[in-house]
């Protein structure tokens, strides 16, 4: 089983409204991170999560604030949003960081329309 | 493949045909490369992967060969279909070791005329 799931699939919200990203995998993987994707355009890194901590943090605007209760969950909170932060956000898992271990399977996304 | 503004690159191939997809990679210190598959809505999908030690894998139907002499990355797919039509990223780890993170190229989409 590959399976990383994402709720919801899509999400429209205002500039002053708060909202949350999920994303869930149940193969064990260590390894969690968010990617931000414009249309055309190839996955952007946001954050990874390794062991339940922040690994990398890509130099992403607070309004995005990420969250990993456990090792199967990772949450992408979303606070006073812009437009142009509209895109598809998609979550991956990875059974590491490092070694024979680094290959990324994606979930389907949530489609964000921030109006 | 180099993209141009909003339009991704595009290979056009007959069903049945082989298609040769290329990519440059950028860092000669990257280890890894993976080739992902972006169907319409989805999000990526693993096709392939290969290490810096190989210069060349197959899987079913796909083989991706790595050229590290000139940081040059294919994806071959034998007998295209039109399930095969997408757009294909590869992307390479820049970062070996322990804070390692894919870097994705600018996609390339394959179109598959009946």
């Known amino acids: 089983d590959t399976e990383v799931t994402q709720t919801p699939k899509h999400l429209v919200m205002g500039m002053t409204n708060k909202k949350s990203l999920k994303c869930e995998q149940h193969m064990g993987h260590r390894a969690m991170y968010w990617y931000k994707q414009k249309a055309k355009k190839p996955p952007e890194l946001m954050f990874v999560y390794s062991y339940e901590k922040l690994s990398i943090n890509e130099s992403v605007p607070s309004r995005f604030s990420p969250e990993c209760p456990n090792s199967s969950l990772l949450n992408l909170h979303l606070h006073a949003l812009q437009p142009e932060d509209s895109a598809l956000y998609l979550c991956?898992?990875?059974?590491?960081?490092?070694?024979?271990?680094?290959?990324?399977?994606f979930g389907p996304g949530t489609r964000l329309t921030v109006t | 493949g180099e993209s141009v503004g909003l339009h991704l690159p595009t290979l056009s191939v007959q069903e049945g045909d082989n298609s040769i997809i290329n990519c440059a990679y950028s860092n000669s210190a990257s280890d890894y490369f993976i080739w992902y598959k972006q169907e319409s809505g989805k999000g990526p999908q693993f096709i392939i992967d290969i290490r810096s030690n190989m210069d060349k894998r197959q899987g079913q139907r796909v083989t991706v060969l790595l050229n590290k002499t000139v940081k040059h990355l294919s994806l071959q797919i034998a007998a295209t279909q039109p399930g095969d039509s997408a757009v294909y990223f590869c992307a390479e780890n820049q970062a070996p070791g322990a804070n390692s993170k894919l870097t994705f190229g600018k996609g390339i989409t394959l179109s598959v005329r009946p």
């Open positions: 991956a898992s990875s059974q590491g960081l490092a070694g024979g271990r680094i290959e990324q399977y």
